[in-house]
């Protein structure tokens, strides 16, 4: 069963303390969100048997059909040896097939099957109620403009880090 833990002290917060205190509260708050929604998603993925990792290997898998075994694992930012006995458990469990591939017999290539795209149909639902449940304290229009915040402050960190980078540059 899923309990809220109690607010803890984050180790960022040493960090965060030298920040302006609105600023400071805001990425509290953004890094408490991260880790409830972390911990609510491990919680959903073992109610289904299925392994976050695998989650995103089927999501990749729907996207990428027939894909080779190797860049999957680049895709997922694993190990191949990692993958390999990821896909035999989900091979196992009816989600997945592989093939050697007919133009290069050295490379294996990794479909779905129909099970796996019914286990994505599965997931897909349990994170639509997560969501769902979880954004229902809001209203539309605030939804709308969480997203709008939200995706700008993605923007902001995407345009900030390299001038971070080169900063730290000329410290050196």
């Known amino acids: 069963m899923y309990h809220a833990e109690p607010p803890r002290r984050h180790p960022m917060e040493l960090l965060l303390s030298r920040c302006e205190p609105t600023s400071a509260r805001l990425f509290r708050a953004l890094l408490d969100f991260m ?3 972390g911990r609510a998603t491990a919680i ?10 695998q989650a995103m290997c089927l999501v ?50 990794v479909a779905l099957t129909d099970e796996g795209r019914a286990e994505i149909d599965r997931i897909g639902d349990l994170f639509s109620l997560l969501a769902s449940e979880s954004l229902s304290v809001f209203s539309p229009s605030e939804r709308e403009a969480l997203t709008e915040t939200l995706t700008r402050l993605v923007a902001a960190q995407r345009e900030t880090v390299p001038r971070v980078l080169a900063a730290l540059e000329k410290l050196k």
């Open 35 to 37: 880790h409830e929604q």
């Open 60 to 109: 990749f898998l729907s996207q990428h059909p027939d894909i080779k075994q190797a860049e999957l694992a680049q895709l997922l930012r694993i190990e191949p040896a990692t993958l390999s006995s990821m896909l035999q458990r989900m091979e196992r469990a009816g989600f997945v097939a592989r093939r050697r591939d007919e133009a290069d017999q050295r490379a294996v290539l």
């Open 44 to 53: 959903l993925m073992a109610k289904t048997g299925t392994h976050h990792r």
